[in-house]
């Protein structure tokens, strides 16, 4: 069971808009930054959003960040097949002392 | 350009031990913390451990707590992870990854698999 709280899967056609939705607490989103990665399966993560909305250089303004309070959001414009992969928030726990992941989304694109 | 290849992982029987290698290069090793981060087959990213840069400070998720130790050799450019009492559970491809200095993971290696089986 996971700290941080994601749907296991979102849907949306080519060139559609979606969100993903990553829930904590005060201990974890409530306090710290937020990260996104994105990672296509049989390959390692890459970062897609840092500081809840900061996009590392490369990254296509279509993806976005968002925080309030103890939730955060990524969201994906313009969808392209090639953004089919699994979606990971993640943020320090200061209760835990530890890193903490979300579940992970997989995002299909129809 | 940075690069983290981890070494090391293989099959143990449960109980036994393995130590993962993360070799860095195309980056000052010894000023960046560094994690460990496993994916069991099929599974979710699991965080591991992290070192501080100089070895200062190390965390532990409650999953490995006491069994596994991560440490580095600044001058070896090299993370190293000790795993003690391995369990089925521990199975997962491991993957080091450099913390930058905002707290974000922003480079990871490719992974290496370890297998705990009888």
């Known amino acids: 069971q996971s700290v941080l709280t994601q749907p296991p899967s979102v849907s949306a056609a080519p060139g559609q808009k979606v969100t993903i939705s990553c829930s904590g607490s005060?201990?974890?989103?409530?306090?710290?930054?937020v990260y996104w990665y994105q990672q296509v399966p049989g390959t390692a993560p890459k970062l897609l959003i840092y500081d809840n909305n900061k996009r590392p250089s490369g990254i296509p303004d279509r993806f976005s960040g968002s925080k309030s309070g103890t939730s955060a959001t990524l969201g994906i414009t313009g969808l392209l097949t090639g953004d089919e992969a699994d979606y990971y928030c993640e943020t320090w726990d200061s209760s835990l002392s530890a890193e903490v992941f979300g579940g992970g989304t997989k995002l299909t694109v129809l | 350009q940075v690069q983290l290849v981890e070494s090391g992982g293989g099959v143990a029987q449960p109980g036994r031990s393995l130590r993962l290698s993360c070799a860095a290069s195309?980056?000052?090793?010894?000023?960046?913390?560094i994690h460990w981060v496993r994916q069991a087959p099929g599974k979710g990213l699991e965080w591991v451990a992290l070192?501080?840069?100089?070895?200062?400070?190390?965390y532990y998720a409650d999953s490995v707590k006491g069994r596994f130790t991560i440490s580095r050799d600044n001058s070896k450019n090299t993370l190293f992870l000790q795993m003690n009492s391995l369990r089925a559970e521990d199975t997962a491809v491991y993957y080091c990854a450099r913390r930058d200095y905002g707290g974000s993971i922003d480079y990871w290696g490719q992974g290496t698999l370890v297998t705990v089986s009888s």
């Open positions: 005060s201990s974890n989103i409530g306090n710290n930054y």
């Open positions: 070192i501080w840069y100089d070895g200062s400070d190390r």
């Open positions: 195309g980056f000052t090793f010894g000023s960046y913390g």
